[in-house]
C-alpha cells in the first residue's frame, strides 16, 4: 500500500489526533488537586453544621416505571449524612407500579417518621410529559438553594451531598457535576462500561480547571437555584435535556466544575439492546444540543472558553466522525501495520490507552472498583462493543436529525443497582 494512499492519511490524521486528546487530558488532569485545594478554602473553617444551616439542598428524581430501582434511590438518599436535605421525587405519568411502589414505601418508611431533618414530597404526575418536564415540576415545587438530579437507577454515597455543598461554598461556581460510577460487575458489558466511565469521568478533571465542563449528566447534575430563573429551566423538548442546559450555561460564560468526591453509583446497560438505545439518545440529543449552540464552536467572542470553543467542541465533533470512518479505518490501519511488520505504533496506541485507564482507576477516585482494573489490558479489544453501539447511535441519530424526528424516554429491562 502506498505511503500517500489517501485512506491511510486519513486514518493517522484521525489518530494523531486521538493522540493528542489523550495527552492533552493526561497533562491538565492531575492539576485538578490544586483547583481541590483552592475551593477548600471557602469551606475549611465551616463546620458540617454551619454548612447545613447555611445551605439547603434540594434532589429532584424524575422517574418513568422505575418500579425496579427507584426504592434503592430514595432510599441512599434518607441514609444519607447531610441534614438539611428535600427529597422530591417526580413520578412522570409511569404504567407500570412506580406510584404503587412508592406510596407503600412512604406510607411505610416516612409518613410520620423521623427523618433527621430530611423532607420528603412526592409528587405523581398522570399524564407523561418527558423527563426535562418531570424536573422542572421538581424544581418549581423545590425549597432549597442547590438543586441536584438524580437518576431514578442511581444511589448517592452518604456523604455525596455534603461534599456538594462544601464545594458550593464557593460563591464562583453556578453548576457541578458529580462522580458517577457504573454498579454494574458481573457481566462484560457492565465491566465494560465500568471502565468506561472510570476514564471518561477521570478526564472531567481537565474540564473543570479548565471551566470548559459542557456535558452536567442528569444522573448527578448540581445548579444554584437561581440560574433557572435567571437563564431558564430544562429544555423539555431536548431528549439530553442535560447536555442542552449544560451547553446553555457555557454559552452564558457561566462557572461548572467537576466534584470528584462527590460520588454516585448507577446502574448502566445490562444488555446490548439496552446499550444502544441509551447511547441513540446520548447521540441525537447532543446533535440537537451542538445544532443550537453551533455558534460556540471556533467562537472568537473573548467571553466564551477557548479551551471549550477550540478543542473540546471541535474533538467531541471528530471523534463521532472517526467512528463513522472506523470500518475503513481500523483494516487499514492494522493491514498497513502488518504489510511493513512495523507494530510499535499499534502497541504504543494499545499502552497510551492502557496507561491512561491505570492513572484514572489509581489517581482517580479511592471508591472505583479495583476489581475491573484486571480487565484493563483487554479493554482495546472488548471496547469494540462499545464502537458498535455508539457507530448505531451515530448513523441513526442523524437520521432521525435529518427526519426531525424525536426519541421518547430510553427504557430497557433493570435489575436495581443493588442487583448489579
Not at 485545594?37 to 416505571?65: D, F, G, H
Not at 484486571?374 to 451515530?394: C, D, K, N, R
Not at 421518547?408 to 436495581?416: I, L, N, P, Y
Amino acid at each position: 500500500m502506498e505511503s500517500n494512499n489517501p485512506i491511510l492519511i486519513i486514518s493517522f490524521i484521525l489518530s494523531g489526533i486521538a493522540i493528542l486528546r489523550y495527552l492533552t487530558y493526561l497533562t491538565l488532569s492531575p492539576i485538578y488537586e490544586f483547583q481541590k485545594i483552592r475551593i477548600a478554602k471557602s469551606y475549611k473553617n465551616l463546620t458540617k453544621r454551619q454548612i447545613e444551616n447555611r445551605t439547603r439542598v434540594s434532589v429532584i428524581v424524575p422517574a418513568w416505571n422505575e418500579e425496579v430501582g427507584i426504592i434503592t434511590s430514595i432510599k441512599s438518599l434518607l441514609k444519607n449524612s447531610y441534614r438539611n436535605l428535600e427529597i422530591i421525587v417526580v413520578n412522570d405519568g409511569s404504567t407500570d407500579l412506580t406510584n404503587k411502589v412508592i406510596r407503600e414505601f412512604v406510607k411505610k418508611n416516612i409518613e410520620g417518621k423521623n427523618l433527621n431533618g430530611k423532607t420528603f414530597k412526592y409528587i405523581n404526575k398522570r399524564k407523561n410529559a418527558g423527563k426535562g418536564a418531570a424536573i422542572n415540576t421538581g424544581i418549581k415545587n423545590s425549597t432549597g438553594d442547590l438543586i441536584v438530579t438524580m437518576d431514578a437507577d442511581t444511589k448517592f454515597d452518604k456523604d455525596a451531598i455534603l461534599n456538594v455543598a462544601k464545594y458550593f461554598q464557593d460563591k464562583t461556581i453556578d453548576a457541578g457535576v458529580g462522580n458517577v460510577k457504573v454498579a454494574n460487575s458481573r457481566t462484560l458489558i457492565g465491566i465494560i462500561q465500568q471502565i468506561e466511565y472510570t476514564l471518561s469521568f477521570y478526564f472531567k478533571r481537565a474540564h473543570s480547571i479548565c471551566n470548559s465542563e459542557y456535558i452536567i449528566g442528569g444522573a448527578f447534575g448540581i445548579f444554584r437555584k437561581e440560574i433557572f430563573y435567571k437563564y431558564g429551566f430544562f429544555d423539555e423538548k431536548n431528549k439530553t435535556e442535560d447536555i442542552e442546559l449544560s451547553t446553555r450555561l457555557k454559552s452564558l460564560v457561566l462557572k461548572t466544575i467537576f466534584i470528584e468526591d462527590a460520588i454516585a453509583f448507577t446502574e448502566g446497560a445490562s444488555s446490548f439492546q439496552g446499550l444502544m438505545k441509551q447511547r441513540l439518545r446520548w447521540k441525537k440529543g447532543k446533535i440537537d444540543t451542538f445544532t443550537k449552540y453551533k455558534d460556540l464552536f471556533f467562537s472568537n467572542e473573548k467571553k466564551h472558553n477557548k479551551f471549550l470553543c477550540w478543542f473540546l467542541l471541535p474533538i467531541s465533533v471528530l471523534g463521532d466522525f472517526e467512528l463513522i470512518l472506523f470500518p475503513i479505518i481500523t483494516p487499514v490501519i492494522f493491514y498497513y501495520t502488518f504489510l511493513i511488520k512495523n507494530y510499535e505504533y499499534l502497541m504504543g496506541w494499545i499502552l497510551l490507552v492502557s496507561f491512561s485507564i491505570f492513572l484514572s482507576y489509581f489517581f482517580g477516585s479511592q471508591q472505583n472498583n479495583k476489581k475491573s482494573a484486571f480487565v484493563i489490558p483487554l479493554f482495546y479489544l472488548a471496547s469494540y462493543l462499545l464502537v458498535i453501539t455508539e457507530i448505531y447511535a451515530i448513523v441513526n441519530s442523524i437520521k432521525l436529525y435529518i427526519q426531525k424526528s424525536e426519541i421518547t424516554w430510553q427504557k430497557w429491562e433493570r435489575k436495581g443497582v443493588e442487583n448489579v
